[in-house]
């Protein structure tokens, strides 16, 4: 027994620093791990203290008056509200009082008159009007926004500046800040911002055209138009550099 004891003690005084190094570095690791957890939580998610926004849902208006967050925890993006999460899609968020609006899901932002040029901005990212230009902000881009559209890579399309939309033959004059989702089961919804109106227009059966600054948009086909010609555009986002 003692010859046993006498074997530990040695063991221990030849062995305790590098013992007490490795301890240490287990607990440092996992304190990185921990923290890296809590980052990576904070940045999936968007707080919005007694917030005054509101979405549209077709032609019916929501409205949120109270703190709220928003999180994209898991790749799946939800409203957290009074207890309750809402799956979102990718409408956007507006201020009720400001000329500013928070885009759910991740975006793609297309330049028409750059060859159709598309980069991608991460979700939570918010576009600001309320000076005299506008910026597309979030913790890595300040970005003055000019001649480009945003795209979902879906249905969406979201315009910072004035376009025309026509749909079955009518035009329709949008003011900037105004949205259109076009639907493959023949819907086209689009919202106006300075009427702050929405409207439903059911049985589309012809492509729906977007013109706005020297180019023209295909809304149906997902598609700039050039002449007689179109450029597709990508719709998997991921593939997109971030926008710079």
């Known amino acids: 027994m003692k010859t046993i004891f006498h074997s530990i003690k040695k063991f221990i005084k030849y062995h305790i620093i590098p013992i007490l190094a490795s301890l240490g570095l287990i607990l440092i690791f996992i304190a990185v791990l921990l923290m890296m957890r809590q980052v990576k939580k904070e940045i999936e998610t968007y707080t919005i203290q007694d917030a005054k926004l509101y979405q549209y849902f077709k032609e019916q208006k929501r409205e949120y008056n109270s703190t709220l967050t928003i999180s994209n925890e898991k790749e799946i993006t939800e409203l957290k509200i009074e207890g309750k999460s809402v799956e979102l899609d990718s409408t956007p968020f507006y201020y009720q009082e400001e000329k500013k609006v928070i885009f759910p899901h991740q975006m793609s932002v297309v330049f028409p008159n750059s060859n159709s040029l598309q980069r991608k901005v991460s979700y939570f990212t918010i576009l600001d ?116």
Not at 131 to 159: C, E, P, R, S
Not at 172 to 192: A, K, R
Request: aromatic share 14%; charged share 20%; net charge negative.
């Open 129 to 244: 009007g309320t000076d005299i230009t506008t910026y597309l902000k979030n913790a890595n881009l300040n970005y003055m926004l000019q001649n480009a559209f945003l795209y979902d890579g879906n249905d969406l399309y979201f315009f910072p500046e004035g376009v025309t939309i026509t749909v079955m033959g009518t035009p329709y004059s949008l003011t900037p800040f105004s949205y259109v989702i076009v639907n493959y089961n023949g819907e086209c919804i689009f919202y106006d911002y300075e009427m702050n109106q929405a409207q439903v227009i059911e049985n589309v059966t012809e492509d729906v055209i977007a013109t706005g600054d020297n180019y023209q948009l295909n809304l149906s086909i997902d598609a700039t138009i050039y002449g007689e010609k179109s450029r597709l555009l990508l719709k998997k986002l991921e593939y997109l550099d971030n926008l710079k």
